[in-house]
């Protein structure tokens, strides 16, 4: 999430009562995950495992509880006892929940002869570029932006939060909601399917790039990035923080795992299971996926084994 204007670290210190250590000079431009910083950017970080990695990051700002750390030179750290609970503090203070009362709000933004069918949602400050069409019933939720000649079609949910949690077995509840104030970015030409659901990024865009189909059925998770030109088919569920390269091909009822890089013009085989990285120009099938070519092989051989079986027994 990107601020409006840059806000000085003593502005944001006071929001969240924090003690001001480091260059106390300095502004924060935005918010946003550690895998995810910029330049101007604030992060968090509350466990001592994750301390050097934030430390070193392009994070301007820190939100950190210790002050026994070595400083890198120009980074300013504010110093709280919950971390976390100052960031849901920042996102709920610049990117707070309005409720809306109508379908589609006065602040969107919508292009010629694009065509918003009955009993579409449309949130805070969403871009609709020309010549699109939505479908009934779609939820296009606040900052979504959205391309020129793209057709989402019915029942189809852009925007929904993340699936992210912050998790602390020493509290009653173990799973606390981490506020979403990413957004989805959905580049020309690309076609949604019924009944999709498209989570939108923690701090920074879910992005879906141009000339992309997706078919009925499909969950896109947070932070995701696919390229241009991919092919979904039904079913498919992609994890959040993924990165699908370009031309990629995936068939019904693949499951891939978060993290993970898709290598472009691959094509993984329907009801396949991704848990690692793929290298992009082949063709991969089964669970955990191998080159197609191999694990077939393999298969012809496990249907053998009761015939090997059968000889080694004689």
């Known amino acids: 999430m990107q601020f409006s204007t840059p806000i000085s670290v003593n502005d944001i210190a006071q929001l969240i009562s924090a003690d001001v250590i480091g260059n106390t000079t300095a502004f924060a431009t935005g918010i946003n995950e550690i895998h995810k910083v910029n330049d101007g950017d604030i992060c968090f970080v509350d466990h001592p495992k994750y301390y050097e990695t934030c430390l070193n990051s392009a994070a ?39 409720p809306q009362q109508s379908l589609i709000n006065n602040t969107a933004e919508i292009g010629k002869d694009t065509v918003i069918m009955p009993n579409v949602f449309i949130g805070n400050h969403v871009k609709i570029g020309s010549n699109c069409i939505v479908y009934p019933n779609v939820f296009i939720n606040d900052y979504t932006e959205i391309g020129n000649n793209c057709i989402i079609q ?22 606390k909601k981490m506020k979403s104030c990413g957004n989805v970015i959905i580049h020309d030409d690309v076609e949604i399917g019924a009944g999709c659901t498209i989570d939108r990024g923690v701090t920074s865009s879910t992005i879906i790039g141009s000339g992309t189909k997706m078919d009925n059925m499909i969950h896109i998770g947070h932070d995701t990035i696919i390229g241009k030109n991919c092919l979904f088919a039904a079913q498919v569920g992609i994890a959040g923080a993924t990165t699908i390269e370009d031309g990629v091909t995936l068939w019904g009822q693949v499951g891939v795992s978060k993290t993970l890089t898709i ?13 690692a990285s793929l290298e992009g120009g082949k063709i991969y099938f089964g669970t955990p996926t191998e080159e197609a070519s191999i694990k077939k092989r393999e298969l012809v051989w496990v249907k053998r084994i009761p015939e090997l079986w059968k000889k080694v027994m004689e």
């Open 154 to 175: 019915a029942g189809t949910v852009i925007g929904s939060d993340a699936f992210y949690y912050n998790t602390k077995k020493t509290r009653e509840v173990w799973y």
């Open 263 to 275: 290598g472009k013009n691959a094509i993984v085989l329907a009801q396949s299971g991704v848990p």
């Open 60 to 98: 301007t700002v820190i939100i950190i509880n210790t002050k026994n750390v070595t400083i890198p030179e120009g980074k300013t750290l504010l110093f709280v006892q919950e971390p976390f609970e100052a960031y849901l503090t920042l996102v709920q203070h610049f990117r707070p929940f309005i």
